[in-house]
């Protein structure tokens, strides 16, 4: 079945450098979209970056990540990590020909030492 | 403003006792879902609404039921629960289905 892979459950980067959570997937899917969701503590998930280009790099809030079919990935990266970055981060793909509901994978919690 | 609402922020539940939980936008999404999220398991998707079409996951069908009595609201009611039922409730809203989904903070549930 559809599935979206974090490797990573817990991350932990010091301030200043650089930073890379890892998502990889499998999809039976034809029209995809891909989403990096960022939960604060006590606050509800909100979309960090989406993509449904080909190789096509996307960037917000510091973050980039390049949708890669070739090799089923769409892995999340900053070069300099701020404490404010500590948070929970999902990877999830979406149908975009059918329900779009969201395949997640089971998130990366990311902390950011000082 | 994107803002998606849920009540109650907690619940403490009964084994054997009904749920019921809200949801509530202002964006006028066509689409509502509701996920389920356990501990180090991924957000799973429960069921979802677009417009007054309800699409149960087939895993959850005799789980979950809900209700959307008009675009803003959608609850997700639970008729016996059971301790499996224990979980992260997590409610989001689309416009037309095929966008991003925007989240509620979730109801933590605790059945005991």
């Known amino acids: 079945g559809d599935s979206v892979t974090q490797t990573e459950g817990l991350v932990t980067v010091t301030e200043g450098l650089p930073v890379k959570l890892n998502c990889t997937y499998q999809t039976t899917y034809l029209t995809i979209a891909f989403f990096w969701y960022v939960q604060y503590l006590n606050e509800a998930p909100q979309v960090l970056l989406k993509s449904s280009t080909d190789n096509k790099r996307t960037e917000h809030q510091g973050f980039h990540a390049t949708l890669h079919k070739s090799s089923s990935s769409f892995h999340l990266q900053k070069s300099s990590a701020q404490l404010s970055d500590s948070a929970l981060y999902y990877c999830?793909?979406?149908?975009?020909?059918?329900?779009?509901?969201?395949?997640f994978g089971e998130g990366t919690k990311l902390t950011v030492s000082s | 403003d994107t803002t998606v609402k849920q009540n109650p922020r907690y619940k403490l539940a009964r084994v054997g006792k009904p749920v019921n939980l809200i949801c509530s936008q202002t964006m006028n999404h066509d689409t509502m879902y509701w996920y389920q999220k356990k501990p180090n398991q991924a957000p799973k998707l429960l069921l979802f609404?677009?417009?007054?079409?309800?699409?149960r996951e087939a895993d959850t069908f005799e789980k979950f039921q809900s209700s959307r009595p008009n675009n803003s609201f959608c609850s997700l009611y639970i008729g016996s629960a059971g301790l499996e039922y224990s979980a992260m409730y997590l409610c989001?809203?689309?416009?037309?289905?095929?966008?991003?989904?925007?989240f509620g903070p979730g109801t933590r549930l605790l059945v005991l």
């Open positions: 989001a809203s689309s416009p037309g289905g095929l966008d991003t989904q925007y």
């Open positions: 999830a793909l979406s149908d975009r020909g059918g329900s779009a509901k969201l395949i």
């Open positions: 609404y677009y417009d007054k079409i309800l699409n």
